[in-house]
């Protein structure tokens, strides 16, 4: 074990209250494109916001032949290596929560308790409507979509239909956004994995810990702007330095 990793694994077993954040990164090891990265969606298409979903039919469809375009992806992928260490972390009760910028549920799927996830984007393995909050499977929506070539309505209120994704221009999660900063606020260790760190408020979340007084850990790919705040950076992949500093194979 090199001295980065045992540097982690200390820093972990010192800590009394973890919070770990993680971004597309983590899941980019389950197969999931960066949107962001070269030759990922955002690249390729302008992102439709928010204001152009209300305003627009045409935006609508587009947005859901978009997302469903994207489901051989995300029913493939599957937690991995850094996703279960995460979960075995919140299992011992040395990590109180997951704040994720990530849609793909995989936390979940990992074995993290709902109520321990904190999902600053929402939720894509799901829809719900706009206006009355209903929830329905995409499998649902999916048919209607197919059939009709309309984005979809609420059957209960007639409002509209959406992924559980928070979009450009989409007010942030309030109750989401409270629970995040309260989390960061009460730890003492913040681990910061897979994030560029360039998108707020999300990214506000690692600069907060450590005026709090937390330690601050960033395991990611690529150097990020904050790395000059952190006590230990890791330029490596999440799974096998997570992994490894947990002990999950």
């Given amino acids: 074990m090199d001295q980065g990793i045992q540097r982690l694994r200390s820093l972990l077993a010192g800590a009394r209250r973890v919070v770990a954040f993680t971004g597309a990164g983590i899941s980019t090891e389950s197969g999931i494109p960066d949107f962001r990265s070269p030759g990922g969606l955002w690249t390729r298409y302008k992102p439709i916001d928010f204001d152009a979903f209300l305003g627009s039919e045409a935006a609508r469809a587009e ?10 992806v995300l029913r493939a992928a599957r937690p991995n290596r850094g996703h ?29 308790p709902d109520e321990a996830v904190v999902e600053l984007h929402g939720n894509t393995t799901y829809a719900a409507c706009l206006d009355c909050a209903a929830r329905y499977e995409l499998d649902t929506v999916r048919a209607e979509f197919e059939r009709d070539g ?11 239909v959406k992924t559980a994704t928070i979009s450009f221009g989409q007010p942030m999660p309030v109750a989401a956004m409270r629970r995040a900063e309260a989390e960061t606020l009460a730890c003492d ?19 907060l810990a450590k005026q709090a ?11 990020t702007d904050l790395d000059s705040l952190a006590d230990l950076v890791l330029h490596r992949a999440i799974g096998e330095t997570l992994g490894t500093a947990v002990g999950i194979q």
Wanted: proline share 6%.
């Fill in 63 to 72: 947005s859901w032949r978009r997302r469903f375009a994207m489901d051989e």
């Fill in 189 to 207: 260790l913040f681990l910061a994995m897979g994030s560029s760190l360039v998108v707020y408020p999300a990214a506000g979340f690692p600069r």
């Fill in 84 to 112: 279960a260490a995460v979960a075995e972390l919140v299992r011992e009760g040395k990590a109180a929560a997951v704040i994720t910028q990530n849609i793909d549920g995989l936390h979940q799927a990992s074995g993290v």
């Fill in 213 to 223: 007084g937390a330690r601050l850990v960033i395991v990611n790919r690529e150097p």
């Fill in 150 to 160: 309309k984005a979809p309505r609420c059957p209960r209120c007639h409002g509209l």
